[in-house]
């Protein structure tokens, strides 16, 4: 194992470094380094026991969805709104859809053409952010757009592993499973996202003292690791455990800095995972399947540029940020490999499917940057050869959709309600599924126990009272929020208000949620008692008007609520705390194709001590300057005569071209440091012979720290040593005085003695 461990650790940094000195993505370098280490390329594989290889690539396969979870952010995929979730779809559907007729062209059955369209919908998140960061492209519009389109897609993949899981399994498509496991998946998310977040941040906070960085990293991978295997108690892969509980604590406090210290440990493991994928590439199979592998790589370039784009800019995005979105997300990544190797190790797809899927994403890998640089000309052709007609709706389009708001009062309150009862339905099905099976039993089982003070029938009727008050008490607040909560909104105050049609409306929502609570408290009850219709709608109706009156339950009900809503915005409000401009006003300014960049005056740049209006920042790149932070301290809308000095938070709003030009401004602004000799500081000893002038001098009159630039740091006097003596310490005869300082300066301090 440690043979194994050897091989893959050089074999990876080795080409990993070739990588990164040709300024590609180390990702390539791994699956290189497989190829190498692998049976086919060098005639034997330099592994002796493929199966450990594998076992770590399957805990790095965890890592890195565990990282990727770290990223994601369920509240933000809420916030994205419309563009990322209709271009993201777009891309999905249209990618999938010509995955799966491309390999049905090419022969290749139903399973192997749907894995293949799986593999193909989803762009590479690691990638992407890698060239957008090479190429100083992160502040412009387009960069938020795709990292919106790549959070959609990371969940979706999530979801598509699942599905192909179960198709995996069952070895055809079954429409009824698949939407009972669909329906599985969302009840899964939910309620662990939920409850981690109801927890989890709560825990945290509560232990921060105690985190340092050990303690919060085993925490977080025995978490990470904990939901693992609640995943695979449920039937699902190990995969959406781990990533599952990463967006739970991307919604924490200390989500950036377990990011930070897990992310060794996912390189390590990630490594060897990507070293395993290239150990399975049969170079001779790539070569047998050249054609597939230009095809199905065209396909990728022109279908995400084609699907990327149109959903882009039907989202409502000018035609120059849905190309350069398009022209973006035209590669296969970290998700394609772990399918591929899903279903290779499951035996559903034929063993070449898999080295053509990495073939093309390398390949695409590899061309993602030089592609990139061509949305310029791409849109420039566009504009030239669109007629006026078709480039007047597109621009009036995306005014339409950034002016005009579709949220009414009643869409926003069924909203909150339909969310509110989801989320609390689940639950309390979480929670009759443990109670019924687990703790009922066990609470009627003690029924032996009173009939030795009642009768055999009063005991059993005791217990199963007993047994309905704790789990009707236990589940009363998710009952109420089921049945009655919202109902004085002031959305529904709003509509109440507004017409006898509305009031009409709202009392029926409101008697069929009440129907509904009946039906989950009806059903608590017939599990426990054996009760005719009319006693059952009686009793649930009772217990139903108890929850809702009761101010107990609300009470719980509510800070519940505002305990859940504290942790889930923790994060977002901290970092609101540290934005340079408000969200508010950054979002404003989005309609105008003009956001919000920051950048950090740096020591050694030409503009430290001049004044705004000396520098002429408007006239030479056209951004305007919102806000100098210095120390903590805000300046808003500076003006001309305000200086600026090194560490100052310059905070601009412009377009692309002009923070480009304002960046290029800054970076030409740093002065070129000169070299300088560095003299260092040693330490020396002189003896003071007869004659010497400092003999019967102190320390201090010597003036020895003046004329060489020296501290004495100690004397040594016969046998004894006198350490970092006093100034008034008078030198003696045949004293060994020990100095710290520039030894050319205190030669010559010394050859001054015998001149």
Known sequence: MIHDLCIIMLTAGIT???????????????????????????GQSWIDNTESVDMWGEIGVLFLLFAMGLEFSFK?????????????????????????????????????????????????????????????????????????????????AVVLMVLLSSIAVEKQF???????????????????????????????????????????????????????????????????????????????LEAERIEHLVQPIKNVFGAIFFVSVGMMINPELLLQYWVPIVIITLTVIFGQIIFASLGTLLSGESLKVSLQTGFTLVQIGEFAFIIADFGHSSGVTDDSLYPIVVAVSVITTFLTPFIMRMS?????????????????????YAQRKSTVSSNSVWKTYLRKVAVTMLISGIITAFIYLIYFQTICPFILSKSTWLESFLSPDTAKLVMKIIALV????????????????????????????????????LAGLLLLRILIGVGVVSYAIVRIFTLTSGMLIGISLLLIVIIIM???????????????????????????????????????LLPYDIHISTFILPTASSFSGKTLSQLNIRKHSGVS?????????????????KHIYPGDQIVVAGSDEQIDKFKQMIDGSILKEKPETRVHVTLEHFTLEAGNPLIGRSIIESNIRDEAHCIVMGIKRGEEYLMNPEPQEVLEQDDIVIVAGETELLKQFVDSFSS
């Open 16 to 42: 990993s470094l070739l990588f990164k000195f040709f300024k590609q993505p180390v990702v390539l370098g791994y699956i290189v380094a497989g190829m190498f280490a692998g049976p086919y390329l060098c």
């Open 76 to 156: 933000k995929l809420l916030q994205m709104g419309s563009t990322a979730l209709i271009a993201a779809g777009t891309v999905v559907v249209g990618m999938m859809s010509v995955g799966f007729l491309l390999g049905r062209i090419m022969g290749w059955d139903e399973i192997n053409s749907l894995f293949l369209g799986g593999m193909l919908c989803m762009s590479s998140t690691t990638i992407v952010f890698k060239a957008i960061e090479d190429m100083n492209l992160g502040t412009h519009k387009f960069a938020k757009v795709a990292f919106g389109i790549l959070i959609v897609e990371d969940l979706f």
């Open 174 to 252: 079954a429409g009824a499973q698949l939407l009972m496991e669909i329906g599985k998946l969302v009840a899964y998310l939910v309620l662990w996202f939920v409850v981690g977040i109801a927890i989890i941040p709560t825990f945290l906070k509560k232990f921060r003292r105690l985190l340092n960085d050990e303690t919060l990293t085993i925490f977080a991978i025995g978490m990470c690791l904990g939901m693992v295997l609640l995943a695979m108690d449920a039937g699902f892969s190990s995969a959406l455990g781990a990533f599952v509980m990463g967006s739970v604590l991307a919604e924490t």
């Open 376 to 396: 310029g000309p791409a849109e420039t052709y566009l504009n030239n050869h669109l007629s006026p007609g078709i480039k007047l709706f597109i621009e009036n």
């Open 470 to 505: 704790i789990i009707i008490g236990g589940t009363s607040p998710f009952i109420y929020n089921i049945a009655a909560r919202h109902r004085n909104a002031k959305e529904a105050r709003a509509l109440w208000n507004s017409g006898s049609g509305q009031k009409a409306w």
């Open 550 to 588: 009761s101010k107990s339950v609300k009470s719980r009900s509510r800070g519940m609520e505002e305990q859940f809503n504290k942790n889930l915005t923790a994060r977002e409000v901290s970092a609101d705390k540290r934005r340079p401009v408000t969200k508010a006003f950054e979002s404003s």
């Open 625 to 641: 300057i919102v806000r100098i932070i210095r120390g903590g301290v805000f300046t808003n809308i500076p003006g001309g005569g």
